[in-house]
């Protein structure tokens, strides 16, 4: 990029910030794009597991189908899981399990025969339990029952942003035998 290109850049830029600024104090009490209700709330993991749960189902009412799901599905890489858009979806917040336990997120692709769980870990001094994801996976194979027989069934963990640093969301991949 040369000196003049650069300097073409941020003045166009500079432009648009003003164009922004104007339309900002111009439709501010309209708008109010500087508002956020998040800051009022207090977010803990029931909420943001909450939140996912609702932007994963495509059946819910933000409009936007299944496109949060295949997202999801892409970005961890549930590629030899099958989806179509006429499947049969359930998504379900704090399933509880016969340990005593609550999977944070499960979406069972009832058409597919398929599931998946989210471990959400949003505190940084939130511990993994003994034998959780042992318990997860017995809880969905009972959930699944013989129709999910030979399916896999796949556990996405989330950390908090302080770990990610180290560490980052993982996949458990597990088949019942």
């Known amino acids: 990029m040369t000196p003049t290109h650069r300097t073409n850049f941020f003045s166009i830029a500079n432009t648009k910030i003003k164009l922004i600024e104007e339309v900002r104090k111009h439709f501010g009490k309209e708008t109010s794009p500087r508002f ?71 979406l069972f692709n009832n058409t597919q025969r398929w599931a998946i769980g989210v471990e959400n870990k949003i505190n940084i001094r939130t511990d993994d339990q003994f034998g959780q994801l042992t318990d997860y996976n017995k809880c969905l194979s009972v959930q699944m029952g013989d129709n999910y027989s030979r399916r896999s069934r796949r556990f996405v963990i989330g950390l908090p942003r302080e770990i990610k640093k180290t560490f980052h969301w993982g996949v458990l991949r597990s088949r019942k035998e």
């Open 36 to 106: 956020n209700s998040f800051d009022f709330w207090l977010i803990n993991e029931n909420k943001v597991s909450e939140i996912l749960a609702f932007f994963l189902n495509p059946n819910e009412n933000h409009e936007q189908g299944d496109i949060y799901l295949k997202h999801f599905m892409s970005k961890f890489k549930f590629n030899n899981l099958i989806y179509n858009e006429t499947d049969d979806i359930k998504v379900i917040c704090e399933l509880y399990t016969s340990g005593g336990r609550f999977i944070d997120i499960v």
